[in-house]
């Protein structure tokens, strides 16, 4: 089974990456979703890691 885990974020520029770090090491088979609600920081364009 694969567990779908939905990250929602808004204007989250510092902490975006920390917080996929953490949810990409959780030891079972997962799908990570984030969902921007428009942020105004650049949250959408803060890299992207081990995609």
Same mark, same amino acid.
Request: net charge neutral; hydrophobic share 40%; proline share 6%.
């Given at each position: 089974? +694969? ?8 204007? *989250?520029?510092? !902490?975006?990456? *920390? ?5 990409? *090491? ?10 921007? =609600?428009?942020?105004? =920081?650049? !949250? +959408?364009?803060?890299?992207? +890691? =081990? +995609?």
């Amino acid at each position: 089974m +694969r567990l779908s885990i939905i990250v929602p974020v808004y204007n *989250e520029i510092l !902490t975006v990456q *920390e917080i996929l770090r953490r949810v990409r *090491e959780l030891p079972f088979d997962k799908e990570i979703i984030v969902v921007d =609600d428009c942020s105004t =920081d650049g !949250t +959408r364009r803060a890299p992207a +890691r =081990d +995609r």
